[in-house]
């Protein structure tokens, strides 16, 4: 087994879709790292310094010693508690880790925590746990500043990595696959597929990916990355894909797709209702922030109330959605949408600055 089937073949496994064998489905795109081509091949927008690889060329810890079964849980969750620079040996072929709990991060270690899968290895939540957490506020984790909601560390940054079958419906917050506070945060050449949080509820989301308080509110970078696919839809009451309060997100060069906002009765949520159901891909809520999304692709997003493909509400009107070289298309809002923007219900400081984009 070996590049693009092996990939495949493993990332079935994961999602348990496949056997393992030649039946395995083949596509004739492929990338360096031998794994499914991640983001919007159309995209064109540039990205800025920071929100480029980080370099993993001298890793503080490898996973693996260059076996499939050496690549453990325990083996991933004690590096990510180690922080630094993460990589993995775990064969010449594509692997699925199964994590048996959630991987966090500690505060009190190395600053900047950078985890590459070189675009073999799937992590997965085997529809239990979350995979990855991050939390500065969170003391288990060691409270290491007076201002754990502004602190500029750790600094974490997953790149060409797959994510599957992440669940926190179990937990609080959302994020499926990946949870975040304080410090910094983005996600680079990476895939997320078939991962959960709460059915309902007016504030959870991201069934992949939620954020809180980013250091001097800078932006989450989602840069060149993939966020469901036919069949395998990330799924939350609020955005199905990416969820955040009070944080921006600049979305470059990305694929959303068959995300889903499945909660019902909105935010705040009409009586009788348990609330939610707005951004089938995209879900921004707070005050000053800003969604930049370019060179992306957004589509056969549903949400069961507002913006298939985007929900942002700006409360103080001070935040922008910004779309520029992107197409939003088949994004149904079951409930509401603001007029002339398909797929959208924003309230922010003016309209969405639309730029060379399609909107339909």
């Given at each position: 087994m070996s590049g693009f089937n092996g990939y495949w073949c493993a990332l079935g496994l994961a999602v348990g879709l496949l056997g393992c064998g030649e039946s395995a489905p083949v596509d004739p795109q492929t990338n360096p790292n031998e794994g499914p081509p991640t983001g919007n091949g159309d995209g064109t927008c540039n990205v800025p310094a920071e929100a480029q690889e980080e370099d993993v060329s001298n890793s503080d810890t490898v996973v693996g010693d260059g076996t499939p079964e050496s690549c453990t849980s325990n083996a991933f969750v004690d590096a990510v508690a180690l922080g630094g620079v993460i990589t993995f040996d775990c064969g010449p072929d594509?692997?699925?880790i199964t994590l048996d709990r959630t991987a966090k991060v500690f505060n009190d270690q190395k600053p900047d925590v950078v985890i590459d899968g070189g675009g073999k290895v799937t992590l997965s939540g085997a529809g239990r746990v979350r995979i990855l957490y991050q939390n500065t506020c969170d003391s288990d984790q060691v409270w290491t500043t007076s201002h754990c909601n502004d602190q500029d560390h750790p600094r974490l940054t997953v790149q060409n990595l797959t994510f599957v079958d992440g669940n926190a419906k179990s937990e609080e917050d959302g994020g499926g696959a990946i949870f975040v506070r304080g410090?910094?945060?983005k996600v680079i050449n990476s895939l997320f597929l078939n991962n959960v949080c709460h059915d309902v509820g007016p504030?959870?989301?991201g069934g992949a990916i939620r954020v809180f308080d980013q250091h001097e509110d800078r932006p989450v970078y989602v840069v060149n990355s993939t966020f469901g696919r036919e069949?395998?839809?990330n799924v939350c009451s609020n955005g199905g894909a990416l969820s955040s309060i009070g944080?921006?997100?600049t979305v470059i060069n990305s694929a959303l797709s068959h995300n889903e906002a499945i909660g019902y009765g909105a935010n705040p949520q009409d009586p009788g209702?348990?609330?939610g159901?707005?951004?089938?891909?995209?879900?921004?809520?707070?005050?000053?922030?800003t969604l930049t999304v370019c060179g992306t692709h957004i589509a056969n997003n549903p949400a069961n109330e507002g913006g298939g493909a985007i929900f942002f509400v700006s409360n103080a009107r001070s935040g922008s959605l910004i779309i520029e070289d992107s197409v939003l298309e088949n994004n149904p809002s079951a409930g509401f949408e603001t007029q002339g923007y398909p797929g959208?219900?924003?309230?922010a400081n003016g309209d969405p600055q639309v730029t060379n984009s399609v909107l339909q």
């Open positions: 594509p692997v699925v410090g910094r945060f504030d959870v989301g069949g395998l839809g944080v921006s997100y209702t348990p609330g159901g707005s951004g089938g891909a995209i879900y921004n809520d707070g005050n000053t922030f959208i219900f924003v309230l």
